[in-house]
């Protein structure tokens, strides 16, 4: 608060000087001399303000900027030892209950929306248990004063379309937020075109951005692999990758990043660019949803919103979902969610058909197998293309 900042004593130390020389000037120099040195004063200010005014507008188009640190960013910051951050270090003698240190993190709510929101998903939600569970114990140890590096919490999450990478990523997110492993636990979401400019010297301001945005919560990059176009020499992507390497290496304890995509291409990208792999701390894989688990999700989420299928229209449903499985672009929880939506629509076209009709609280929230047999899936072979709404 009561700091001394050299920045502000040079200037007053110049504005006193020129005041003198001014004083000085005035007093002694015949009045035209004063006027001209007066004037070239002013001009020579007035270039110095532009020309400085100049460079740091243009400093941030300069291509070099790749090589150049992040404004937040500090070198060599994050591999130091961390003491810990509790003012009253336990004694040696004293002992902790996990539990009570998760409750005092309040990371129960986290789980239980997990399990709200997310239907099945086992091996995810234990992935999610054992990294809460290590930077539980992270937090006890520096309790107790025991230096520790900052885990290494990078991470990917592979899968196809709809089988909940992103929803995780909330969650993981918030987890992480309230065991004070990030500031503001929020997500920024982003792919090639936010990360990757197309012409020289626009990909590092780019770049710089979005992890500007996403200080003190998740990068989650969708299709990571698409930042990478081997062959490509007029491609920016690896520019990209080399700042976000040095990011992830030197800010970690500010920014936590998240590559997503399908799993096999993810694989072919880690091939290619070691240095990414290797910045890596946990893979978590979201596997494709079975067919009942796709009912599952459905049911849930009629529940949610206060629908039911009738019995028949639940078996009119798993048929449905049966062909829709085989289609192109089927995209697991979104497909279910997207025709849930559609049924509702005709349900209520249904209702609305006979306006005089009386309907009871059951019929507003009952779905019938019309609701269901009257998507266009059913109408065509399933060998056909299908309606690219997914
Ligand atoms: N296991 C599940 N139970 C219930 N709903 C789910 C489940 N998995 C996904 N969903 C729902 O499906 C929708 C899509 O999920 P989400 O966006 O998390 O998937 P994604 O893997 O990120 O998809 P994409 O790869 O296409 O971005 C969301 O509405 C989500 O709530
Ligand atoms: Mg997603």
Known sequence: MYGFNVKYLKTSMLLLAALVGLVLAGTYLPRVVFFLVLCGAFLLTMTIAISRNAFTQTRDEDPQVATMPLRREKKFSVARPRRRRDPEELSPEA???????????????????LDRQLVGLVPVKKKVEEIASLLLVDRVRQRFG????????????TGDPGTGKT?????????????????????????????????IGHTAPKTKRVLERAMGGVLFIDEAYYLFRPGDSKDYGQECIDILLQVMENDRDKLVVILAGYRDRMDVFFESNPGMSSRIAHHLDFAPYTLNELLAIGNAMLERSSYYLAPEAELAFRDYLTIRMEQPRFANARSVRNELERSRLRHAHRLAADLEASRSKDDLMRIEPA????????ATSALAAVDPRT
């Open 146 to 157: 025991l230096q520790a590096p900052r885990p290494n919490l990078h991470m990917c999450f």
């Open 371 to 378: 609701d269901i047999l009257a998507s266009p899936l059913f």
């Open 95 to 113: 002992t902790v209950s996990l539990a009570e240190e998760r409750r005092m993190a309040d990371i129960e709510d986290v789980f239980t929306a």
């Open 167 to 199: 929803t995780v990523a909330l969650q993981m997110a918030d987890l992480l937020r309230r065991l004070g492993y990030l500031e503001k636990g929020h997500l920024v979401h982003a792919m090639r075109d936010d990360l990757v400019g197309e012409f």
